[in-house]
């Protein structure tokens, strides 16, 4: 039997491949779209569910309607596979105990990509052995949740290792401290907003007379992203509780 499949931002630049893909999959079926601009579609995630059985909600909406979204499958028994971003700590562990409590799954990753998902990978291993390090976040200039799923996700896996080593602490800056940036998970991070930017995310490692720079450029089309979904779309199925990140999907 196919995995049932609601895509909520059916007609956006990721949900509208995503659900494309959905529909060509032997072993998945698209079973309900959410886009309030679409009339043919349904107008929330709630309305959708109760209307259509579905196995799984894949959210690629915006940063000020995903929580309600996944809160809302969860409360119906639906596993989610998140790709908007917008959501902190404390909203993934929310998210975490309301899931085991339904006994379901849920799959959030900053960014769907292989590439993003190796950079994460690689990052995290880095900071094992090096022990200071900022993030970059770049986005479109209408990017309005700041940082990027990708750049927050980044700085609370790193958080996870241990803090970065630091100079002077931000609270001891002279003139600006928000120059600094924001602080999340320990981690300082920078995000610019700028006309041809898509989503790229860079982490500098900085040790005594040297530097490592890893970054994740996305390109100008969602196709990266659309296989990733659907790996998470097959693997949340039997989960309980949250997994973040596509890289621990990866073998």
Known sequence: MPIRVCV??????????VADAVQAAADLELVAG?????????????????????DVL?????????KANVLAALERGVNVVVGSSGLSA????????????????????????????????????????LAAWEIVDY?????????????????ERLGEIRPPAGGVPVDRTVGSPEA???????TQVHSLRLPSFVVSTEIVFAAEGERLSIRHD??????????????????VVGRVGLTRGLDRLLG
């Open 8 to 17: 909520a931002g059916v007609t956006g630049w990721t949900g509208r491949p």
């Open 34 to 54: 959410v886009s309030r601009s679409d009339p043919g579609s349904f107008s929330s995630v709630a309305d959708a569910l109760d209307a259509a059985a579905a």
């Open 58 to 66: 894949v959210d690629y909406t915006h940063a000020s309607a995903v």
């Open 90 to 129: 404390g909203d993934y562990a929310e998210i975490d105990a309301r899931a085991r409590a339904r006994g379901v799954g849920v799959i959030a990753a900053g960014n769907f990509s292989l590439t993003a998902a190796v950079l994460l990978r690689a990052a995290t291993d880095a900071a094992r052995h």
């Open 139 to 155: 986005a479109s200039a209408g990017k309005t949740d700041a940082p990027s799923g990708t750049a927050r996700e980044l700085a």
């Open 180 to 186: 600094r940036g924001a602080t999340i998970a320990g």
């Open 218 to 235: 996305a390109g100008e089309t969602p196709a990266p992203y659309v296989a990733g979904t659907l790996l998470a779309v097959r693997s």
